[in-house]
């Protein structure tokens, strides 16, 4: 409720002045204002106590826009981006390459893995080998 009270004073600030930001309308509602460092989808953000469902919900943001009533598992936020920083096109040039040899390599030796079985299933081979037989030894003279 107290939440939905600010929203409807935030809205009225807004309506008033279209230039307001969230910082000055919590300094006029006397409301805690916290501001997080730049993070990216999906990272939780250790000093904050914010959902990744309300973290992700700021990604739909466009700059200076201010979020409906966000709800996580322990508090309720109200949300204002920023920025955006989009993504370094070089690093993820780099990135890709990478990533794409190693997942390549990764299906190479799953499938490879299955034909191995596949294969020792299919010969139906037996072993007459046991770990228990005694070892040879050779002996030099």
């Known amino acids: 409720k107290k939440t939905e009270d600010y929203r409807s ?13 969230l910082k000055k309308t919590a300094e006029l509602l006397g409301a805690e204002l916290k501001t997080t460092p730049a993070f990216k989808r999906d990272q939780a953000i ?24 966000l709800e996580g598992t322990k508090s309720i936020f109200i949300v204002e981006q920023d920025k955006f920083t989009g993504i370094d096109q070089e690093k993820f040039k780099q990135d890709k390459t990478t990533y794409s040899d190693s997942l390549l390599e990764r299906k190479k030796q799953n499938t490879f893995n299955s034909l191995q079985s596949e ?11 046991s770990s228990s037989s005694p070892s040879a030894e050779i002996i030099d003279q």
Do not use: M, W
């Open 9 to 21: 004073k935030i809205d009225g600030y807004l309506k008033n002045d279209p230039a307001i930001n």
């Open 46 to 69: 250790p000093e904050a106590d914010i959902d990744i469902s309300v973290l992700n919900s700021a990604f739909t943001l466009k700059p200076g826009e201010i979020s409906p009533i």
């Open 119 to 129: 294969l020792i299933t299919k010969a139906n081979l037996k072993q007459y080998i």
